[in-house]
């Protein structure tokens, strides 16, 4: 036995106690007057507590020699629990299991304790020992505790509707425990409608232990007992329902006696009110008392609730007999005047007492309290389950509990969101001409961030809740400081790897940690928004001078961040990107000044919701939360880029967390949400290139700002997603960078090879048009030499924007003479200077050129080595000289431009970016081919997507898909990375 077994033991003993009877009074006024008392006495007697005198125990005293009363002794003396009862440890606890339940496994936690025992030890018992979740609400079920029947439909609603309630906001369901009455149809209603889990199972019988059947069968400290709770039919006690979940006991030294349980019971739930229904809210824990048939009792127990401060609202089932149709019946008599008419008073009269079974003397006091009930009927709900305007069950008992309690239309909707149900704020809560605090919406919105509650988040933004101005950095700060457990500790152990240091204990993590794991994850060039400069500078300035304004919203502070104003508008948001900017004239039209306005990166107002978007996004990556990830990626813009930013950080999440030896389920689930948004980038892109191939191949090149600068397809290759490479769009665009411009679609290299050794072969060579290669990087070279032809090319129209969308050549659309200008001359026909630098900038002149220049330079060698050498060097010798000594200048020259330049500002160009993509397939994507020589072309079909090999270090892709996808039939040989 272990040591917190041993603590846990002497914990329950020394708290909770049983209480047992210590003075024989007889129950019966009829004395005998035996002396001594005869065995005949000791079997028939019984005291006032219930228990014969045989049962007894006489531990600290003598057992009396006769019943009658002595000299001076009071005849008419009462028994109390507090005098004629002692209190010692319990003993009696611990598990029960139900035999009778085949179909599922139902364990029960049991203790025995005094009527007397202190609610908050109760309720430390239940949470820490027996590890119940906290709740969230408390169903009280109160009813008949004799058996009878429920109509269909009735049984039906109560079943379904208690379950549904409790399962989905995380109640408690308080009942007696016996399996009679009420308390049968609640477990019932948990074998139909529960859950099989037990830790959900919250379901309480507070069992009165003197009633129990075989009571003695579960004393004994710690036990795992079997329990029959199948009784003899002609016993007055009551065996406890196999369903519920735990059950507590209540012992005040009585045997046989129901009703001792009641003050405990209310003690109980006037502790757990006082509760809070979360951590974070400060409102308490709601009650809801549910009525389902009953005694005249119950009668009194509901006007306890309602008259309680605050008051517990009822929620009462019509149609399921005795004191809840009478309950339903005068709360419908009553709506208009609180008075009955004569008659009806009458008749009202004659059915409590038919009812019931009393004098009319006691259904007149029964009609005075159902009369006071009506003074408080706004905290009384009748449900009728026949009507076909009554919302659901479960709907209804949440609905009752929001509006019984009299809470604030804040701490209202704080219950709803502990509860996660969203229905029921949205339809009574959220609705027109609500008054709401400043700052309530504000407030929920960031508490249903914290808790995960995505139904929420949706429901107030799509009440108008705005993004850009409920996040702030202090707001950020909250969410990523929030303790979450093993993902809190997970997130800090980022930090220390990102920061190469260890975090002090109480380390409050900072946007700018945040942002140094992002790129710690990402990895390359990348370079986030909360580690730039100007961030930095704004940060610690605010920080420093104390004055963080809450109603600042973070992408105003992103204002600063922008690329310095010294580079072009065109170099600032399309550099090196798929469509060269082209500036627009300016239109005064409605039309072209909103198209101006919704922009992005035109002017000096910030885009405000993607950003804020983005950085909840982010937030929810790093938390590990997918479902909130997955709701802000369809809320937020750039739905691609995001895609391939969460692959890239979960892959490299679960590679931290494999290699920090956390548990394997931790990496496995990373893995499977970077799998999820994998398939969601590749769904994405195939939705996109069926729709507009040209598009599509744009999304995969365009830089993302709010990310870097990077590119989806840099982002794809970097966390090796397969699929997306492999994509037809991604293949395509590939095979359309490694050509460049050149058009040509037969015998491709005897052409490069015959223009390579004739020159002038160039200018009979066909290039592709501007409309066709609008999708592909332009390289800063590029840029640069065209950038006067740009500038003076003067604005087209929306139709031409979309003719060359559709692939439409330039000299198609203006077929006029040819204009003395410049700009027109190069947008009809290249001049042969561009044709030159266009077909020697090429990747694939660029690999033949190599090629062939390598080839040289080895026959060359050759003979050099060969061939006797002169005493001064010959031509030879020079050229295989200067080739050598050039390739070593190029390599230092690399390696210099490397280290170099900046990290944030490095960014391949368009030949580097194909070398990249095919780069990663070869090293991570796809194995070498077996049985293929350095200098052997593989012509084997393979399927799907597999690597070639060439030449030493060369390799090329060659993708097969099916019918829906394509085929791709080309291969693409790649040159070396400094080529």
């Given amino acids: 036995m272990s040591f917190s077994e041993k603590s846990r033991k002497s914990w329950i003993e ?129 009813g008949g505790s004799e058996n009878f029947t429920l109509p269909p439909k009735v049984k039906q609603a109560f079943s379904k509707g208690l379950i549904t309630a409790a399962l989905s906001t995380g109640a408690w369901i308080l009942t007696d425990g016996i399996n009679t009455g009420v308390s049968k149809y609640v477990g019932d209603a948990v074998k139909t409608f529960g859950s099989h889990d037990l830790r959900k199972r919250n379901t309480v019988g507070i069992t009165p232990w003197g009633v129990i059947d075989n009571n003695t069968d579960l004393i004994g400290k710690d036990l795992f007992r079997p329990y029959q709770p199948v ?319 809450s109603s600042t919203s973070l992408s105003k502070q992103r204002q600063g961040l922008k690329s310095k104003k010294s580079r072009s508008l065109q170099d600032l948001h399309f550099f090196r990107t798929a469509q060269p900017y082209k500036c627009k004239e300016q239109n005064t039209s409605p039309g072209s000044s909103r198209e101006m306005t919704l922009t992005p990166g035109l002017g000096d107002a910030p885009l405000l919701i993607p950003f804020n978007f983005n950085d909840l996004f982010v937030w929810a990556v790093l938390q590990q939360r997918q479902q909130m990830a997955l709701f802000l990626w369809q809320h937020g813009e750039e739905a691609l880029a995001c895609a391939t930013v969460a692959c890239k950080l979960y892959r490299s999440m679960a590679f931290e967390a494999r290699q920090s030896n956390m548990d394997d389920n931790i990496a496995e689930r990373l893995k499977a949400y970077s799998l999820e948004f994998g398939q969601l980038a590749v769904d994405l892109l195939d939705c996109a290139f069926r729709q507009n191939e040209q598009m599509a191949m744009k999304l995969l090149t365009s830089e993302m700002e709010a990310w870097s600068h990077f590119t989806c397809l840099q982002m794809a290759v970097s966390s090796c997603h397969r699929p997306f490479v492999s994509h037809s769009c991604t293949q395509t665009l590939l095979t359309d960078l490694w050509t460049g411009p050149l058009n040509m679609r037969k015998n491709s290299f005897l052409k490069i090879i015959l223009s390579l050794l004739v020159p002038p072969a160039i200018l009979l060579l066909e290039f592709k048009s501007k409309a066709e290669m609008c999708h592909v990087p332009q390289s800063h070279e590029a840029m640069l030499f065209g950038l006067d032809s740009v500038k003076s090319v003067p604005a087209h129209d929306h139709k031409d924007s979309q003719d060359a969308e559709r692939g439409l050549s330039f000299h198609e659309k203006c077929p006029g003479p040819v204009s003395e200008t410049l700009s027109c001359m190069m947008a009809q026909c290249l001049s042969w200077i561009t044709k030159l630098y266009e077909f020697y900038t090429a990747p694939v002149v660029k690999f033949w050129f190599h090629t062939m220049s390598y080839l040289a330079f080895l026959m060359l060698f050759s003979y050099v080595v060969l061939v006797k050498m002169e005493d001064h060097p010959s031509v030879q010798e020079w050229l295989v000289i200067a080739y050598i000594l050039s390739t070593a200048v190029e390599k230092t020259r690399e390696v210099g431009a490397g280290s170099g330049v900046s990290a944030g500002e490095a960014k391949p160009e368009a030949e580097d970016l194909v070398l990249r993509v095919l780069e990663h397939i070869r090293f991570h994507c796809h194995p070498p081919i077996p049985g293929c020589t350095d200098t052997a072309l593989a012509s084997r079909s393979l399927p799907d997507s597999r690597t070639y090999q060439l030449l030493p270090g060369h390799y090329l892709l060659v993708h097969q898909g099916d019918g829906s996808v394509g085929c791709q039939s080309a291969c693409w040989p790649l040159p070396h990375h400094d080529h």
């Fill in 14 to 142: 020394e708290t909770f106690s049983k209480r047992e009877c210590v003075k024989f009074i007889p129950s019966s006024r009829d004395l005998h007057r035996c002396v001594p008392v005869c065995q005949v006495c000791q079997n028939l007697i019984r005291c006032c507590c219930g228990r014969l005198m045989g049962e007894h125990s006489w531990l600290e005293s003598l057992p009396p020699i006769s019943v009658y009363p002595g000299p001076g002794q009071d005849v008419e003396e009462d028994w109390s629990i507090k005098l004629h009862t002692k209190a010692s440890p319990t003993n009696a606890y611990g598990t029960i299991d139900f035999q009778d339940t085949a179909t599922r496994v139902c364990r029960a936690k049991y203790v025995r304790v005094a009527v007397d025992s202190k609610p908050e030890l109760l309720l430390q018992l239940m949470l820490r020992e027996w590890q119940m979740e906290r709740p969230k609400l408390l169903l009280i079920v109160q």
């Fill in 231 to 549: 009784g003899n039919p002609l016993s007055k006690k009551a065996c406890l329902n196999g369903f519920h979940s735990h059950f507590l006991l209540v012992d005040d030294g009585t045997m046989g006696k129901h009703g001792c349980q009641q003050g405990f019971r209310r003690k109980l739930e006037k502790h757990i009110q006082l509760q809070k229904i979360h951590p974070r809210l400060n409102q308490g824990v709601p009650m809801v008392c549910v009525v389902v048939e009953g005694g005249p009792a119950i009668v009194s127990t509901v006007l306890d609730y309602v008259s309680s401060v605050p008051p517990v609202p009822v929620f009462v089932f019509e149609g399921s007999g005795r004191a809840a149709d009478l309950l339903a019946f005068l709360h419908k008599q009553t709506a208009v005047d609180k008075h009955l008419d004569a008659d009806i008073k009458e008749d009202f009269l004659v059915r409590i007492g038919d009812v019931f079974g009393v004098e009319t003397e006691e259904a007149s006091w029964l009609y005075s309290l159902l009369l006071q009930c009506m003074d408080y009927r706004h905290s009384i709900t009748i449900f009728d389950s026949e009507s076909e305007d009554q919302m659901s069950p479960d709907a209804a008992i949440l609905t009752t509990t929001l509006k019984g309690t009299k809470a604030s239309p804040a701490e209202q909707l704080s219950m709803a969101l502990a509860w996660d149900r969203a229905d029921i704020a949205q339809k009574d809560i959220l609705v027109y001409g609500q008054h709401w605090q400043v700052g309530s919406l504000e407030q929920a919105m960031l508490d249903a961030l914290v808790m995960d509650r995505v139904s929420f988040v949706k429901l107030l933004i799509d009440n108008s809740m705005t993004m850009s101005r409920f996040l702030t950095v202090d707001r950020l700060e909250e969410l990523y400081n929030t303790p979450q457990g093993q993902t809190d500790r997970f997130l800090r152990h980022l930090v220390e790897d990102a920061k190469q240091t260890s975090l002090p204990i109480g380390y409050r993590l900072s946007l700018i940690d945040m942002g140094l794991v992002i790129e710690y994850l990402i990895g390359g060039a990348y370079r986030s928004t909360y580690t730039r400069k100007h961030f930095r500078a704004a940060y610690r300035t605010k920080h420093k001078d104390g004055r963080r304004e």
